[in-house]
Structures are given as C-alpha cells and as structure tokens.
C-alpha cells in the first residue's frame, strides 16, 4: 500500500498508484466477507489476478489495438495544419505574388489551390471534432484545458482565410510596373526575401514546437518588421516610378488602388494572425529562455560539484568573468544560477 500510495501522489504517472490503492482497499474489505474455510493467501492471490487481469487486457488494447489519444492527435494535428499553412503560403507567394516572367498562373493552377483549400477546410472541422472528444477523455493525470487549442484552431483558420484573400487579389492585382523593371525588382529583392522568411521561420518553428512539445523560443523573427519596411520601400518605389511614367485612366487606376488595399491588407492580416498564433502557442507549451537548461541544471549541479558546473559555465561563456559558486551561502541553486548568470 505504501509503495503505490507514494507512487500516485508523488509520480508524474500516478495511475498505475490509483489502481494499486484500489486494489488494495478492494482485497482487503473482500477479505472480512469471504467464504468460511477459503483461505485468505488464495482469496487474495485470485482477487489480485483479476485486477491485473483487467487492468492489463484495457492497457494492450489503447497502447496496441487502438493507441487513440484525442488530446494528443489535437496537438499533432495543430501542429501539422500550421506545416500545411506554410506550404499554401510559400506556394501562394510564389505562383501569386512573386512569380517570373511567363510564369503567370494557369488555370490549372487555380483549380488545384482551390481543391487543397477546399481539404484544408475540412481539415478544420476534423480539428473541431476532436475537441469534442478532449471532453469525454478520463482525466487520471491532470485537467485538459481545450480554450488555448480552439483559440488556436480559430486563428490560423483566419490565417488561411487571409491566404485565399491574398490569392484571389493577386490575380487582379498585377504590379507589372514593379515586376517587368528589373531595376525596381533587385531593390525590392532583399525586402521580398526577409518578409517571407520571417513568416516561414514562425510557421516552422511553431510546427515544430507542438509536434514535439518543447517550449517556444521568447524571441522569434519579426515578420511585423518585416512587412513595414517592404511595404516603405515599394511606396518609395512606386513614387519614383510614378513620377516618370505616363498618366493611366482615372478607371484603372480606381481598380488597381482596389486590389492593391485588399491585397496589402491581407498579407497584413497574415501577420497579425501570426502573432496570435505565437502567443497561443506559447500558452499552451510554454516560453523558453536563453538560460532555462541551465536553471534546470543548476540544483543537481551546484549541490553535487559546484567547480565542474562552474567549468562547464566557463565553456558556454568563455570571456565572463564567474565567481566559483560556494554551497554554504548559495540559499537555492535556481537563484545563484540567475546571479552567474
């Protein structure tokens, strides 16, 4: 008893405590009430047969038959729309937005964007159903919280509903002022590239952090900044383009400032959609620091060997200067770690 008494209130796995505890409290009321003449080591011996038996048979069927786990197929699964909302970006970018000369997109190309939208929708409501069944899980271990995963799931659908935005207004808004002069083009070149990356770093890196659980990193590339500084420098671009070239109809011009608006604006909401993401996911795996391996180091560290840990310290940081920590005066490893730090 005291040993899965220890176990289910100590562990980080306590269910294998709880049915222990069970099993004990179940054998030991049976034995007050069993049959006269059965013998109590046999009586005991079959009661616990039966609750191995079935505690073990359920176990081979979730982990073997029907390894089924709704919260963490959510999480697999908002990690692998955020993959998929960096693929339609990078191919929305590139067919849409930045193509080369004679590579307009066909009609084929439409259809096929459309068809993987019309999956990525439904990849959506695939999500939704299995926040349904978060609910019905037994929760042994601790409370699962589904606000932060359907905050989630809202806002990188209203990332991808930015993204179709983008598309349908590339198709009508052609910058060929921009694109067929190769001068304006390579200025724009440098711009083009970091805002793009900057949104495909955090897309990546956000994938990545929720399919194998590990923290966000604080600081993340600023697609916000990003976007602002090309968006100066096309203005720029076009003033001095403008200012030489020829005037246009008061029509087309009305049209193109149109599909310009909606089409800057989407990309902005992108990016905006991209922030929420980031602090949703930071939410629900955490924030990581430039020193949290340390910190984690440091109790095991600093009670064990204070010179090896102060060592390996002087090999991550060579040129700082740190006081050989002392154990007496060090109160709690975590906060001498901050202080070397």
């Given at each position: 008893m005291i040993p899965m008494l220890y176990r289910f209130v100590q562990s980080s796995h306590p269910r294998s405590g709880l049915i222990g505890?069970?099993?004990?409290?179940?054998?030991?009321?049976?034995?007050?009430?069993?049959?006269?003449?059965?013998?109590?080591?046999?009586?005991?011996?079959?009661?616990?047969?039966?609750?191995?038996?079935?505690?073990?048979?359920?176990?081979?069927?979730?982990?073997?038959?029907?390894?089924?786990?709704?919260?963490?197929?959510?999480?697999?699964?908002?990690?692998?729309?955020?993959?998929?909302?960096?693929?339609?970006?990078?191919?929305?970018?590139?067919?849409?937005?930045?193509?080369?000369?004679?590579?307009e997109p066909t009609a084929l190309d439409i259809q096929k964007s459309e068809q993987l939208e019309g999956h990525i929708r439904e990849g959506f409501l695939r999500i939704r159903q299995l926040l349904e069944l978060t609910r019905h899980e037994i929760r042994l271990r601790a409370p699962f919280d589904p606000l932060p995963y359907s905050a989630l799931a809202d806002a990188c659908e209203r990332f991808f509903d930015y993204l179709i935005a983008v598309r349908q207004a590339a198709l009508f808004y052609n910058p060929g002022y921009i694109r067929d002069n190769p001068v304006a083009s390579e200025k724009l070149l440098g711009y083009r590239r970091d805002a793009?990356?900057?949104?495909?770093?955090?897309?990546?890196?956000?994938?990545?952090?929720?399919?194998?659980?590990?923290?966000?990193?604080?600081?993340?590339?600023?697609?916000?900044?990003a976007r602002?500084?090309?968006?100066?420098?096309?203005?720029?671009?076009?003033?001095?383009?403008?200012?030489?070239?020829?005037?246009?109809?008061?029509?087309?011009?009305?049209?193109?400032?149109?599909?310009?608006?909606?089409?800057?604006?989407?990309l902005t909401g992108c990016i905006a959609q991209l922030e929420e993401l980031e602090e949703l996911a930071k939410l629900i795996v955490g924030e990581q620091g430039f020193d949290d391996d340390l910190k984690e180091d440091a109790v095991d560290q600093l009670r064990n060997n204070p010179l090896e840990y102060k060592k390996r310290l002087k090999q991550i940081y060579p040129n700082a200067i740190l006081p050989i920590p002392k154990l007496i005066s060090c109160p709690t490893p975590s906060v001498h770690a901050q202080n070397i730090l």
């Open positions: 505890c069970l099993s004990f409290t179940v054998v030991s009321l049976s034995l007050h009430n069993r049959p006269e003449g059965d013998s109590a080591v046999t009586f005991t011996i079959a009661m616990g047969l039966c609750f191995f038996v079935g505690t073990a048979v359920p176990i081979l069927v979730n982990w073997v038959l029907w390894p089924f786990v709704a919260r963490h197929e959510l999480r697999s699964a908002m990690s692998s729309m955020i993959f998929f909302m960096s693929i339609i970006y990078r191919n929305v970018v590139a067919k849409y937005v930045y193509f080369e000369e004679g590579k793009v990356a900057a949104i495909l770093g955090n897309l990546y890196i956000l994938a990545g952090a929720l399919r194998s659980q590990r923290k966000v990193p604080r600081y993340l590339p600023n697609a916000g900044a602002r500084k090309l968006l100066l420098r096309t203005i720029e671009i076009e003033d001095e383009i403008a200012a030489q070239a020829e005037r246009i109809g008061s029509f087309n011009t009305r049209w193109s400032d149109i599909h310009s608006f909606s089409f800057n604006e989407s």
